[in-house]
């Protein structure tokens, strides 16, 4: 698990193949993912729980997705509009984007 900030926590859950965000302990959102090919992760669908909502959530998750594809050194295709809306309000994941 990565923590982000206080009692939030994204980890990798390859068996399910998602990036779960944990929320004291319960878990509050995801990031649901495919792997087509060696290398490239695409990124399909962000969620976070209604009741969590305004709290910047799904920012934390993103970030961490992002940031564990970097360490990977893969690329990302950002199926997701919120991932593909993140990464365009945070230019330094651009290189991580794999054209199309």
Do not use: F
Request: aromatic share 6%; glycine share 10%.
């Amino acid at each position: 698990m990565v923590q982000a900030e206080g009692n939030v926590e994204v980890g990798d859950n390859a068996d399910d193949s998602r990036y779960d965000l944990l929320v004291d302990g319960e878990l509050g959102g995801t990031i649901v993912y495919r792997d087509p090919r060696r290398g490239v992760r695409q990124l399909v669908h962000t969620e976070v729980k209604p009741e969590l909502s305004g709290r910047g959530l799904a920012a934390v998750v993103a970030k961490a997705a992002l940031d564990d594809i970097r360490a990977k050194g893969w690329k990302v295709v950002a199926t997701c509009p919120y991932i593909a809306s993140y990464v365009g309000k945070h230019p330094e994941y651009e290189d991580l984007v794999e054209p199309r």
